[in-house]
């Protein structure tokens, strides 16, 4: 699969073609930044049992060695990121970089070390308070709290009405966050709960910088990854070429309607890791 170049799925903007022209062009002054959920990994009921694509992690280390480098953004625990996607010890991918908690916390392959600071006090009066905030306003039933060791996060998807359920906590949770110094974060049917400072756009700004890269990809499926978006629509404007990819979600069109290629979810962007590996391999 992905053998040659005309496997590649095209882009349907101009700065869209433009940015995967400049990866095959220089691939070693490229950076491949993914999302986990939902465009790694399928999304499921319980995050917990949430796993990378069969073919995803073969993929990526077919496609790791052609290009500067690859990078998992996620909102999860680096670690928890690490461990459910099977990247560890993984060769081809002995230089992947794992940003968790929207780059607050960092895996390196090479050295297998999460690197994280410590941890926000609001985060654990939150924790704290949760349980019993959710049972006062009447939204515990159909609800249930996920614990990512630095932030907290609700999901309604549960619920007899997900959306209802999502709408109704949105601004209660909103105000509890703002009491403790955090803010919300809202996804598919899911309010996280996080410290402010970090987003998925900061994370790809900052590693961009630090790699020097010269083009960027980045594929995502949630609002989380709208930061991240903007990050390399930011480069595009200051001429620096890049590539938006949609992990297709009907449930998110202001992702979908930014991007330059929109892709029918995880096995879909697994196959269009595998066509990028093939085709720089190929050239």
């Known amino acids: 699969m992905g053998s040659h170049p005309h496997d590649l799925p095209m882009p349907v903007t101009a700065a869209g073609r433009e940015g995967l022209a400049a990866l095959l062009r ?4 490229s950076v491949v930044a993914l999302d986990f959920d939902g465009t790694l990994a399928e999304i499921v009921p319980d995050p917990d049992q949430a796993r990378a694509h069969p073919a995803a992690v073969p993929a ?14 996620t909102g999860r625990p680096a670690g928890v990121a690490v461990r459910l996607g099977g990247f560890a010890g993984v060769p081809g991918l ?18 297998g070390i999460v690197h ?16 019993g905030f959710l049972d006062s306003i009447g939204a515990w039933q159909g609800t249930w709290i996920e614990e990512k060791g630095r932030a907290l996060a609700v999901h309604t998807r549960r619920a007899d009405d997900p959306a209802a359920a999502f709408a109704a906590l949105r601004e209660p ?4 966050a703002a009491r403790h110094g955090l803010i919300v974060e809202p996804g598919r049917a899911v309010l996280e709960l996080r410290p402010p400072g970090m987003d998925k756009g900061v994370a790809l700004t900052e590693y961009l910088a630090e790699t020097d890269a010269e083009a960027a990809v980045y594929a995502g499926d949630d609002l989380g990854d709208l930061a991240a978006y903007a990050a390399v629509e930011k480069r595009r404007a200051e001429g620096l070429p890049g590539l938006l990819v949609c992990s297709g979600s009907e449930e998110v069109p202001e992702l979908a309607s ?19 590996a093939g085709s720089l391999r190929g050239r």
Not at 116 to 131: F, I, S
Not at 263 to 276: C, R, V, Y
Request: proline fraction near 9%; avoid cysteine.
């Open 26 to 29: 220089a691939p070693r002054r």
């Open 60 to 73: 990526l280390a077919a496609l790791a060695p052609e290009v500067a480098s690859v990078a998992v953004i």
């Open 94 to 111: 002995e230089h992947l970089v794992v940003l968790g908690h929207y780059g607050a916390e960092r895996w390196d392959a090479v050295t």
């Open 116 to 131: 994280a600071p410590a941890e926000h006090p609001g985060v654990a009066a939150v924790r704290a308070e949760l349980p």
């Open 173 to 176: 949770l909103a105000e509890l």
């Open 258 to 276: 930014r991007a330059d290629l929109v892709l029918p979810g995880p096995a879909a962007i697994t196959s269009f890791l595998w066509a990028l």
